[in-house]
Protein backbone atom coordinates (compact mmCIF):
# COMPACT_ATOMS: atom_id res chain seq x y z
CA UNK A 1 0.00 0.00 0.00
CA UNK A 2 2.90 2.17 1.01
CA UNK A 3 4.54 2.08 -2.70
CA UNK A 4 1.15 2.41 -4.21
CA UNK A 5 0.93 5.77 -2.39
CA UNK A 6 4.09 6.66 -3.08
CA UNK A 7 4.21 6.17 -6.99
CA UNK A 8 0.62 8.17 -6.66
CA UNK A 9 2.51 11.20 -5.34
CA UNK A 10 5.17 11.14 -7.26
CA UNK A 11 2.67 11.05 -10.57
CA UNK A 12 1.14 13.95 -8.85
CA UNK A 13 4.46 16.18 -8.74
CA UNK A 14 5.28 15.70 -11.99
CA UNK A 15 2.07 15.85 -13.98
CA UNK A 16 0.16 18.84 -11.56
CA UNK A 17 2.69 21.43 -12.54
CA UNK A 18 2.79 20.42 -16.25
CA UNK A 19 -1.52 21.12 -15.59
CA UNK A 20 -1.29 24.07 -13.90
CA UNK A 21 0.73 25.53 -16.85
CA UNK A 22 -0.97 24.33 -19.80
CA UNK A 23 -4.01 25.69 -18.21
CA UNK A 24 -2.44 28.97 -17.37
CA UNK A 25 -0.82 29.06 -20.98
CA UNK A 26 -4.34 28.38 -22.72
CA UNK A 27 -5.99 30.85 -20.40
CA UNK A 28 -3.85 33.60 -21.95
CA UNK A 29 -4.39 32.19 -25.35
CA UNK A 30 -8.03 32.25 -25.17
CA UNK A 31 -8.00 35.80 -24.08
CA UNK A 32 -5.42 37.30 -26.28
CA UNK A 33 -7.57 35.89 -28.93
CA UNK A 34 -10.63 37.30 -28.12
CA UNK A 35 -9.37 40.38 -28.72
CA UNK A 36 -10.54 42.52 -31.56
CA UNK A 37 -8.56 43.57 -34.55
CA UNK A 38 -10.26 44.60 -37.75
CA UNK A 39 -9.24 42.52 -40.60
CA UNK A 40 -7.69 39.55 -38.81
CA UNK A 41 -10.21 36.59 -38.72
CA UNK A 42 -7.19 34.08 -37.36
CA UNK A 43 -7.04 33.52 -33.74
CA UNK A 44 -3.39 32.31 -34.01
CA UNK A 45 -2.54 35.53 -35.85
CA UNK A 46 -4.72 37.94 -33.62
CA UNK A 47 -2.27 36.37 -30.47
CA UNK A 48 0.66 36.74 -32.45
CA UNK A 49 0.09 40.36 -33.29
CA UNK A 50 -0.75 41.10 -29.83
CA UNK A 51 2.31 39.82 -28.39
CA UNK A 52 4.52 41.34 -30.76
CA UNK A 53 2.75 44.64 -29.93
CA UNK A 54 3.73 44.25 -26.80
CA UNK A 55 7.10 43.02 -26.96
CA UNK A 56 7.73 46.23 -29.15
CA UNK A 57 5.83 48.66 -26.29
CA UNK A 58 8.18 47.00 -23.61
CA UNK A 59 11.16 47.34 -25.41
CA UNK A 60 9.76 50.77 -26.28
CA UNK A 61 9.34 52.05 -22.96
CA UNK A 62 11.93 50.42 -21.26
CA UNK A 63 14.39 52.04 -23.59
CA UNK A 64 12.29 55.55 -23.05
CA UNK A 65 13.30 54.84 -19.19
CA UNK A 66 16.81 55.19 -19.32
CA UNK A 67 16.39 58.82 -21.09
CA UNK A 68 15.85 61.89 -18.32
CA UNK A 69 12.49 62.36 -20.34
CA UNK A 70 11.72 58.76 -19.10
CA UNK A 71 12.65 59.43 -15.56
CA UNK A 72 10.63 62.65 -15.59
CA UNK A 73 7.65 60.97 -16.39
CA UNK A 74 8.04 58.08 -14.26
CA UNK A 75 8.33 60.27 -11.09
CA UNK A 76 5.07 62.14 -12.83
CA UNK A 77 2.77 58.65 -12.75
CA UNK A 78 4.18 57.55 -9.56
CA UNK A 79 2.63 61.14 -7.94
CA UNK A 80 -0.54 61.00 -10.04
CA UNK A 81 -0.96 57.25 -8.97
CA UNK A 82 0.01 58.07 -5.35
CA UNK A 83 -2.92 60.49 -4.92
CA UNK A 84 -5.67 58.10 -5.80
CA UNK A 85 -6.63 56.60 -3.09
CA UNK A 86 -6.58 52.49 -2.96
CA UNK A 87 -5.58 52.53 -6.59
CA UNK A 88 -1.85 53.57 -4.95
CA UNK A 89 -1.69 50.50 -2.74
CA UNK A 90 -2.01 48.55 -5.94
CA UNK A 91 0.38 50.44 -8.13
CA UNK A 92 2.75 50.26 -5.37
CA UNK A 93 2.70 46.75 -4.74
CA UNK A 94 2.55 45.51 -8.20
CA UNK A 95 5.32 47.62 -9.27
CA UNK A 96 7.44 46.22 -6.12
CA UNK A 97 6.41 42.92 -7.28
CA UNK A 98 7.54 43.48 -10.58
CA UNK A 99 10.64 44.86 -9.03
CA UNK A 100 11.63 42.22 -6.77
CA UNK A 101 10.81 39.38 -9.19
CA UNK A 102 12.69 40.52 -12.07
CA UNK A 103 15.62 42.46 -10.15
CA UNK A 104 17.20 39.10 -9.22
CA UNK A 105 19.43 39.21 -6.05
CA UNK A 106 21.91 41.59 -7.08
CA UNK A 107 19.88 44.06 -5.04
CA UNK A 108 19.80 42.10 -2.30
CA UNK A 109 22.70 42.65 0.22
CA UNK A 110 24.12 39.46 2.63
CA UNK A 111 21.63 37.75 4.39
CA UNK A 112 21.42 37.49 8.08
CA UNK A 113 19.97 35.76 10.89
CA UNK A 114 17.87 37.88 13.20
CA UNK A 115 16.07 36.14 16.67
CA UNK A 116 12.70 37.94 16.30
CA UNK A 117 11.39 35.69 19.49
CA UNK A 118 13.43 34.13 22.40
CA UNK A 119 14.67 31.07 20.58
CA UNK A 120 13.42 31.69 17.14
CA UNK A 121 15.40 32.70 14.29
CA UNK A 122 14.62 34.08 11.03
CA UNK A 123 16.29 34.41 7.83
CA UNK A 124 16.60 38.68 6.48
CA UNK A 125 18.27 40.46 4.26
CA UNK A 126 20.62 43.48 4.56
CA UNK A 127 19.15 46.49 2.12
CA UNK A 128 22.45 48.73 2.28
CA UNK A 129 20.94 51.10 4.22
CA UNK A 130 21.04 52.73 7.58
CA UNK A 131 18.12 54.64 9.43
CA UNK A 132 18.89 57.93 10.71
CA UNK A 133 19.43 56.39 14.05
CA UNK A 134 22.54 54.78 12.75
CA UNK A 135 20.41 51.60 12.31
CA UNK A 136 20.95 48.76 10.09
CA UNK A 137 17.36 48.07 7.62
CA UNK A 138 16.79 44.76 6.88
CA UNK A 139 13.85 43.28 4.57
CA UNK A 140 12.43 40.22 6.44
CA UNK A 141 10.79 38.12 3.35
CA UNK A 142 7.49 36.01 4.06
CA UNK A 143 7.99 32.38 2.76
CA UNK A 144 7.10 31.06 0.09
CA UNK A 145 6.38 34.43 -1.56
CA UNK A 146 9.23 37.05 -0.99
CA UNK A 147 7.21 40.26 -2.49
CA UNK A 148 5.22 40.27 1.12
CA UNK A 149 7.53 41.14 4.30
CA UNK A 150 8.89 43.59 6.57
CA UNK A 151 11.21 46.36 6.78
CA UNK A 152 12.66 46.19 10.01
CA UNK A 153 15.21 48.77 11.57
CA UNK A 154 17.85 46.59 13.76
CA UNK A 155 21.11 47.39 15.96
CA UNK A 156 24.04 46.08 14.33
CA UNK A 157 24.86 43.47 17.56
CA UNK A 158 21.12 42.29 17.14
CA UNK A 159 21.58 40.29 14.46
CA UNK A 160 23.83 37.67 13.20
CA UNK A 161 26.11 37.46 10.13
CA UNK A 162 25.77 34.15 8.13
CA UNK A 163 28.22 32.14 5.78
CA UNK A 164 25.51 32.17 2.86
CA UNK A 165 24.90 33.08 -0.59
CA UNK A 166 21.86 35.19 -1.56
CA UNK A 167 20.54 32.01 -3.89
CA UNK A 168 20.76 29.45 -1.30
CA UNK A 169 18.55 31.79 1.49
CA UNK A 170 16.16 32.31 -1.30
CA UNK A 171 15.86 29.02 -2.45
CA UNK A 172 15.33 28.10 1.24
CA UNK A 173 12.82 30.62 1.55
CA UNK A 174 10.93 30.11 -1.70
CA UNK A 175 10.41 26.39 -0.91
CA UNK A 176 9.04 27.22 2.56
CA UNK A 177 12.08 25.58 3.92
CA UNK A 178 12.57 22.15 1.99
CA UNK A 179 14.50 23.26 -1.01
CA UNK A 180 18.57 23.57 -0.41
CA UNK A 181 20.95 24.17 -3.19
CA UNK A 182 24.19 22.54 -1.91
CA UNK A 183 23.28 18.66 -1.82
CA UNK A 184 26.88 18.20 -1.16
CA UNK A 185 26.85 20.18 2.30
CA UNK A 186 24.00 17.51 3.16
CA UNK A 187 25.39 14.50 2.42
CA UNK A 188 28.53 15.76 4.61
CA UNK A 189 26.19 16.43 7.25
CA UNK A 190 24.35 13.10 6.90
CA UNK A 191 28.10 11.24 6.96
CA UNK A 192 29.27 13.65 10.02
CA UNK A 193 30.59 11.01 12.79
CA UNK A 194 30.49 8.23 10.21
CA UNK A 195 33.40 6.07 10.68
CA UNK A 196 34.13 4.57 7.03
CA UNK A 197 36.49 1.44 7.26
CA UNK A 198 38.00 0.45 4.22
CA UNK A 199 38.52 -3.45 3.19
CA UNK A 200 41.49 -5.02 2.57
CA UNK A 201 42.54 -3.92 -0.96
CA UNK A 202 44.04 -7.15 -2.61
CA UNK A 203 45.57 -7.25 -6.68
CA UNK A 204 46.30 -10.22 -8.60
CA UNK A 205 48.49 -12.10 -6.47
CA UNK A 206 46.77 -11.08 -3.08
CA UNK A 207 45.88 -14.42 -2.14
CA UNK A 208 49.37 -15.93 -2.53
CA UNK A 209 50.47 -12.87 -0.44
CA UNK A 210 47.70 -13.54 2.32
CA UNK A 211 48.81 -17.30 2.44
CA UNK A 212 52.60 -16.50 3.04
CA UNK A 213 51.75 -13.99 5.27
CA UNK A 214 49.73 -16.43 7.31
CA UNK A 215 52.59 -18.92 7.44
CA UNK A 216 55.39 -16.42 8.76
CA UNK A 217 53.21 -15.73 11.23
CA UNK A 218 52.69 -19.54 12.24
CA UNK A 219 56.27 -20.33 11.92
CA UNK A 220 57.07 -17.85 14.14
CA UNK A 221 54.82 -18.78 17.16
CA UNK A 222 56.43 -20.73 20.12
CA UNK A 223 55.37 -24.15 19.91
CA UNK A 224 53.22 -23.78 23.24
CA UNK A 225 51.09 -21.35 21.35
CA UNK A 226 48.61 -22.42 18.78
Known amino acids: MATW ?4 ASGLIILVPILVTAYIIFWVYNALAGIPIPTIGNPVFRVAIT ?8 FAVGYLMRTALGTVLERTLDDVMNQLP ?9 K ?3 ETALG ?8 VKIETWQGLRMTAFKTGKTAADGRDILFLPTAPNITSGFVIEVEPDQYDQ ?9 TRILSAGFGDTN ?5 ASLLEGV ?8 DGDGGEDDADASAEETSAKPDGDT
Open 5 to 8: KRDF
Open 51 to 58: VTVFVLLV
Open 86 to 94: GLRVVYNAS
Open 96 to 98: MAV
Open 104 to 111: GTDELQAP
Open 162 to 170: IDESVEDAL
Open 183 to 187: EEDVT
Open 195 to 202: DVVEGPQS
